[in-house]
Each structure stands twice: as structure tokens, then as C-alpha cells.
């Protein structure tokens, strides 16, 4: 059974970091692709990042760029998502997805994605 758990997210001021990680349990990390998401109250759910199985192909959404780096360890089945600089419009439930049917791609199309974690809460805020 294909288990994601999301971990690392909390209260943080402006400016500040945060870690999140991305336990996988019930499958081979190696074969599937990660992407990360957010959802914001009240908005559509947004691709922030994805990395493919291998590592040879990483995405970030524009709003991200430059501040955000995710990175993967297919031997301890964890990815995760180091986010610098937070900005208050980076609140938000950020949740993991998994899928192997596009395991040698990186998409932040949230369809795609068969498996997903349960979330966990960022919030930016001074």
C-alpha cells in the first residue's frame, strides 16, 4: 500500500526556513516521480515543485524559483522541500504526491498524481 507522510511544517516568520520532508512507506521510491503541492484556503491547489525518479529533472513553479530546492533519497524513501526567504503568500497546506506512471517525468499537474500525503500546514506570518 502506497503511503506518503508529510512532516516539517509549522509557524515561521517572514524571511525564515522551513524543511519539509516526504516519508514514502509501501513502494520503491525509485520508481515513481514527487511532486509537491500547496493549497491556500479558498484557492485551487498549486503545483510547487516535482523532481522525477531519477533526478534528472526538477520544476519549480515562478512564485518558488530561487528560494525553494527540492531534493530526493530514494535509499531512506524520503524527499524534501527546503524552503528559504518565506513570504506570508506561502501559506498553506503543502502535500506530496507520488506516481510511477510518469516516474522518468516531473509534472505539477495534480491529476496525475495517484497517491498523496495528508498534508502539512505552513504558515508565514510575524
Known amino acids: 500500500q502506497v503511503q506518503l507522510v508529510e512532516s516539517g511544517g509549522g509557524l515561521v516568520q517572514p524571511g525564515g526556513s522551513l524543511r519539509l520532508s516526504c516519508a514514502a512507506s509501501?513502494?520503491?521510491?525509485?520508481?515513481?516521480?514527487i511532486g509537491w503541492f500547496r493549497q491556500a484556503p479558498g484557492k485551487e491547489r498549486e503545483g510547487v515543485s516535482c523532481?522525477?525518479?531519477?533526478?534528472?529533472?526538477?520544476y519549480y513553479a515562478d512564485s518558488v524559483k530561487g528560494r525553494f530546492t527540492i531534493s530526493r533519497d530514494n535509499a531512506k524513501k524520503t524527499v524534501h522541500l527546503q524552503m528559504n526567504s518565506l513570504k506570508p503568500e506561502d501559506t498553506a497546506v503543502y502535500y506530496c504526491?507520488?506516481?510511477?506512471?510518469?516516474?522518468?517525468?516531473?509534472?505539477?499537474?495534480?491529476?496525475?498524481?495517484?497517491?498523496w500525503g495528508q498534508g502539512t500546514q505552513v504558515t508565514v506570518s510575524s
Open positions: 509501501g513502494f520503491t521510491l525509485d520508481d515513481y516521480a
Open positions: 523532481i522525477s525518479n531519477n533526478d534528472d529533472k526538477t
Open positions: 504526491a507520488a506516481d510511477s506512471a510518469i516516474q522518468t517525468m516531473c509534472l505539477v499537474t495534480p491529476w496525475v498524481y495517484s497517491s
